[in-house]
């Protein structure tokens, strides 16, 4: 389905979560994070940048992976995006919803 | 008021792992993980032998069991042998390690960065004789049936015996 998000028609999923990471952009982000009630700090964009990285590499996202990764740790990760950190903070990244379950 | 508002989603998920078999304790730490990923809130109650979860000494060497267990495929008396449970441990292992499943001491970490609340049975701590400082010092502490029951209260939590 589409959705104008920032000004710009998007193509998302049901839930909400892009499926064009083409379509993003800092903007879009920005205003997918205030639909989930969060305001970007830089600590933020280091994370969103980190995801997206992964996701370009194709590299399964999942907590144990955010912990070890040297950008965030579990504890922070789940201050920075309160209420199912991985499942928002890659919304606002504009990347798929992560299938793992660990 | 919020209260209104429920529509009978989780909120909270209250764990009780009674066994150290390794696939219970697995189970047990992947639902309470999983909760914490949803936004949902979690707390687990380690009693009986749920407790060697959390036991320091213990914890590094908890087995899967290879007798009195269906899914195995193996006759009982085989499974009984020396180095049975030990061989299907390793494997078992082997096979986490590949879908990136952290060793215990390591999920217990996780749990408690995600938020997990983690609490010991008092009475199973009597019973088995340990001490507060035999069992993880993330713990969160030590906890009576009543008590448990009581961080429970609220609308919308689930309890979950393993």
Not at chain 2, 65 to 94: D, I
Not at chain 2, 129 to 144: A, F, K, P, S
Request: aromatic share 8%; glycine share 8%; proline share 4%.
């Amino acid at each position: 389905m589409e959705k104008v998000i920032a000004g710009k028609q998007i193509d998302v999923t049901e839930e909400g979560f892009m499926t064009d990471f083409s379509q993003w952009d800092n903007t879009v982000g920005e205003a997918l994070a205030q639909e989930s009630s969060i305001q970007l700090t830089p600590r933020h964009w280091e994370v969103i940048t980190y995801l997206q990285e992964q996701f370009k590499q194709e590299v399964p996202l999942s907590i144990r992976k955010i912990g070890k990764s040297g950008v965030v740790d579990i504890k922070e990760f789940y201050v920075l995006f309160p209420n199912a950190p991985l499942k928002t903070a890659t919304k606002i990244a504009g990347i798929p919803k992560p299938v793992s379950c660990i | 008021m919020k209260q209104n508002n429920y529509q009978g989603g989780i909120r909270k998920m209250m764990i009780i792992l009674s066994k150290a078999t390794l696939d219970n304790v697995y189970a047990a730490f992947v639902l309470a993980n999983g909760a914490r990923m949803e936004g949902i809130e979690a707390e687990m109650f380690f009693t009986f032998f749920g407790l060697e979860a959390v036991h320091k000494k213990k914890l590094e060497h908890l087995h899967i069991a290879t007798v009195g267990n269906p899914a195995m495929h193996m006759p009982t008396l085989l499974g009984g042998l020396p180095g049975m449970e030990a061989l299907a441990t390793s494997m078992m292992k082997k096979e986490m390690e590949r879908l990136d499943m952290p060793d215990v001491a390591e999920f217990l970490e996780i749990l408690k960065a995600s938020g997990v609340k983690l609490w010991a049975c008092k009475l199973a701590m009597d019973m088995f004789h340990y001490q507060r400082e035999d069992l993880i010092d993330d713990l969160d502490g030590v906890l009576t049936v009543g008590d448990f029951y009581k961080q429970g209260s609220g609308l919308g939590t689930h309890m979950l015996f393993i």
